[in-house]
């Protein structure tokens, strides 16, 4: 693999007209081009420590197994480990505790930065699929948010940033109002809250070299895109392309990581498979950083989706190009996340 050929080097944003359906109906996706030379990331120095990143994942998959609905006590010890964690890197922690089915969950809310009247908000959850682990799904995601926490913690941004801990992500709550990031994108709204852009953070330890690693949604896809799982990905909607854009140039520049980027209809499937999309909902802009899940890895929502499956190096580069970008978009220089 030629790990040096990052965003800037291969801008493929979807520009196919992809086929639905057994009739053939079409529908248009974006096709943008992105500037030919890399974007400045005159990021702040940091080193992120794999080990750290496994240790943090070992221990929310083994630990906390399992972190399913099913299981609050479970998600409540998670929610915890995650608030001692955040505190510990300097946030200001708080919780936004709901009740549901009878059992109560929270998402954990950590501040960094001053109380600016607009902020950034980058997520991750926290809970797992019935029956899995949650490696990579999405221990590593959350794992990526606590060393975010630690870079914030030694880098304070010039606006809000707030770093959240999503609970119930997953089936049977997954696009219903109990869903821990539409609770808290719901929240926002009603408060008249600013939002810049939110990233969510979800799955982004697992890689692959092999042949026909990568599988897509639609099987036209693969003209455009590499057939190898050894990128990462960027993932939003057409219509916020420009976030798409500054993200995915952003993020493969700092990385060193080849980094694709999808910017398409939400009906696409995949394109809204996270917490990205409750923002949505609220009028928010928001993209998704993935190594793009199911399409890839083969343990999604299985019992073998464990800890020693991932590849931590890779995980440490796409969790400082996420760093890179979260910088970049905190920047007062920064345009408009539209």
Not at 90 to 100: H, L
Not at 135 to 145: F, I, K, P, Q, T
Not at 298 to 314: F, I, K, N, S, V
Request: glycine share 10%; charged share 20%.
């Amino acid at each position: 693999m030629d790990s040096s050929r990052t965003s800037w080097k291969r801008p493929l944003v979807l520009g196919a007209v992809v086929g639905l359906g057994m009739m053939g109906a079409a529908a248009s996706c974006w096709m943008g081009r992105a500037p030919p030379e890399p974007v400045a990331a005159p990021c702040s120095p940091a080193q992120v420590d794999p080990e750290r990143l496994k240790a943090h994942v070992r221990t929310l998959s083994e630990t906390f197994h399992p972190r399913d609905h099913q299981h609050p006590d479970n998600l409540e010890r998670t929610a915890g480990y995650i608030a001692e964690a955040l505190s510990r890197a300097g946030g200001r922690v708080s919780s936004e505790p709901y009740t549901t089915g009878g059992a109560s969950y929270r998402n954990v809310i950590a501040t960094f930065g001053p109380d600016s009247e607009e902020r950034l908000v980058i997520g991750a959850h926290y809970d797992a699929a019935k029956g899995a682990p949650g490696a990579d799904d999405n221990a590593s995601g959350v794992a990526g948010l606590l060393e975010l926490a630690v870079w914030l913690g030694e880098h304070p941004p010039p606006m809000r940033v707030d770093l959240v801990g999503y609970t119930l992500e997953e089936p049977p709550h997954f696009r219903r109002s109990t869903m821990g990031s539409k609770v808290h994108a719901r929240g926002l709204r009603e408060q008249g809250v600013k939002v810049r852009a939110m990233i969510s953070i979800e799955s982004i330890g697992y890689f692959s070299d092999d042949p026909d690693s990568q599988r897509y949604p639609v099987a036209s896809l693969r003209l455009r895109y590499p057939t190898e799982g050894h990128f990462i990905a960027v993932v939003g909607r057409t219509d916020e392309r420009a976030l798409v854009d500054r993200v995915h140039q952003t993020l493969g520049t700092a990385s060193e990581l080849p980094a694709e980027s999808l910017a398409a209809p939400r009906g696409l499937k995949g394109v809204d498979f996270s917490d990205h999309g409750s923002y949505w909902d609220e009028g928010y802009p928001a993209v998704m950083v993935t190594d793009t899940a199911l399409f890839r890895n083969p343990h999604y929502h299985t019992p073998q989706d464990t800890w020693d499956t991932l590849d931590y190096a890779r995980l440490a580069k796409v969790v400082r190009g996420v760093q890179c970008a979260v910088e970049t978009l905190a920047s007062p220089a920064a345009p408009g996340a539209r």
